[in-house]
Nanobody
Framework: EVQLVESGGGLVQAGGSLRLSCAAS????????IGWFRQAPGKEREEVSV????????PYADSVKGRFTISRDNAKNTAYLQMNSLKLEDTAVYYC???????????????????WGQGTQVTVSS
């Protein structure tokens, strides 16, 4: 079955770093864009970043730009989120999700994020 499993979360002090991993199985990883999302208590879910598979532009939320980096290793069916210079406001449950890459006209587009992991908690303390 399709699975996305996040790992790497935990407790870290402000200014520190964490690397989250998203291990995928049960689908053609290379045909999917991978997104990282987060949800803090009492807040709406926020898109952190999305990575395709065509060396295209990689968007980042303004709140993490310059501090977080998304990447993927197709040979390992794994995506990553490197988080540096962590702030208290980064505390959230972090989810990875997968969206099928489609041809739309002559362009590559992503569909809906159909597959989601269970999330991993990141807590940043002072």
């Amino acid at each position: 079955e399709v699975q996305l499993v996040e790992s790497g979360g935990g407790l870290v002090q402000a200014g520190g770093s964490l690397r989250l991993s998203c291990a995928a199985s049960g689908f053609a990883f290379d045909d999917y864009a991978i997104g990282w999302f987060r949800q803090a208590p009492g807040k709406e879910r926020e898109e952190v970043s999305v990575i395709g598979n065509d060396n295209g532009y990689i968007p980042y939320a303004d709140s993490v730009k310059g501090r977080f980096t998304i990447s993927r290793d197709n040979a390992k069916n794994t995506a990553y989120l490197q988080m540096n210079s962590l702030k208290l406001e980064d505390t959230a449950v972090y989810y990875c999700a997968a969206a099928r890459i489609y041809n739309s006209g002559d362009e590559l587009m992503t569909g809906n994020f159909d597959y989601w992991g269970q999330g991993t908690q990141v807590t940043v303390s002072s």
